[in-house]
C-alpha cells in the first residue's frame, strides 16, 4: 500500500530558528515528491517540487532534500518566521496522470 | 496571477440534502481533480477529470457523488444525499497540459461542507 509518513506530527519553535521536517515513503513507482505549505483552512501551496534524480532544491528559506535509495525527504526551513506557522505537507506522485498521495503534514509553530 | 476559485466558501447542509460544490480552474489546464480533508485529518483523494470523463476515482467517491464540467469553465462536485461524515474541506485543484509528473498542481481555497 502506498504510504507516506511525516515526522513529526508537530513542531514548536522560537522564531528565528531553523527546523527540520521528515518524510518517508513507500509509494511505487515513483514520480516526484513535493512539499507544500497549508494555511489553517485554505488550500495546499507547493513549495517545490522534486524529481527523481534531484537531491537538494532550494526555494528561498526552504531547502527540500531526497534520497530516492531510502526513500526519504526532508524539508529545512531556514531563520523561521512567523508567518512559516502553518502544516507542512509532503506529497509523493506516482508515475504518469496519478492521483498525489499526500502525508498526514506537520504541524510548525513559531513562535516570538 | 491565475489561480482556481471555488464557490462557496462555506457551504451548511441538512442530512439527505443534495449539494452542489464549484469550482473554476485556472482556463489553460486541463485535468481536475477534487480532494477533500475531514477536520484534523489528511488530504484524500476523491476524483480526476480529464477530457471530460472521470480518469479515476477512489472508494471515497461512491454513487452519491458525481462531477461535472458543464461548461468550459466549471467544474462542479454533486453529492446527491448528504451525510454527517461528508462533512470536510474540499478541495478542487487543477494542472496544466501534461501529466501530473511535469507541471504544478493548483488547488483552490477550498469549501467547508458542513452537514447537520
Known amino acids: 500500500k502506498n504510504q507516506v509518513e511525516q515526522s513529526p506530527q508537530s513542531l514548536i519553535i522560537l522564531e528565528g530558528k531553523n527546523c527540520t521536517l521528515q518524510?518517508?515513503?513507500?509509494?511505487?513507482?515513483?514520480?516526484?515528491l513535493r512539499w507544500y505549505k497549508q494555511d489553517t483552512g485554505r488550500g495546499p501551496v507547493s513549495l517545490t517540487i522534486?524529481?527523481?534524480?534531484?537531491n537538494t532544491k532550494s526555494n528561498g528559506r526552504y531547502t527540500a532534500t531526497l534520497d530516492a535509495d531510502t526513500k526519504q525527504s526532508s524539508l529545512h526551513i531556514t531563520a523561521s518566521q512567523l508567518s512559516d506557522s502553518a502544516s507542512y505537507i509532503c506529497?509523493?506522485?506516482?508515475?504518469?496522470?496519478?492521483?498525489?498521495?499526500f502525508g498526514k503534514g506537520t504541524r510548525l509553530s513559531v513562535i516570538a | 496571477e491565475p489561480e482556481v476559485t471555488q464557490t462557496p466558501s462555506h457551504q451548511v447542509t441538512q442530512m439527505g440534502q443534495e449539494v452542489i460544490l464549484r469550482c473554476v480552474p485556472i482556463?489553460?489546464?486541463?485535468?481536475f481533480y477534487w480532494y477533500r480533508q475531514i477536520l484534523g485529518q489528511k488530504v484524500e483523494f476523491l476524483v480526476s477529470?480529464?477530457?471530460?470523463?472521470?480518469?479515476?476515482k477512489s472508494e471515497i467517491f461512491d454513487d452519491q457523488f458525481s462531477v461535472e464540467r458543464p461548461d468550459g469553465s466549471n467544474f462542479t462536485l454533486k453529492i446527491r444525499s448528504t451525510k454527517l461524515e461528508d462533512s470536510a474541506m474540499y478541495f478542487c485543484?487543477?494542472?496544466?497540459?501534461?501529466?501530473?509528473?511535469?507541471?504544478?498542481?493548483?488547488f483552490g481555497q477550498g469549501t467547508r461542507l458542513t452537514v447537520v
Open positions: 485543484a487543477s494542472s496544466g497540459v501534461g501529466a501530473w509528473g511535469d507541471t504544478e498542481a493548483f
Open positions: 518524510c518517508n515513503y513507500t509509494v511505487s513507482p515513483f514520480s516526484n
Open positions: 522534486m524529481t527523481f534524480s534531484e
Open positions: 506529497v509523493v506522485i506516482l508515475s504518469g496522470n496519478t492521483p498525489l498521495v
Open positions: 482556463s489553460n489546464h486541463l485535468y
Open positions: 477529470f480529464y477530457n471530460n470523463e472521470i480518469s479515476e
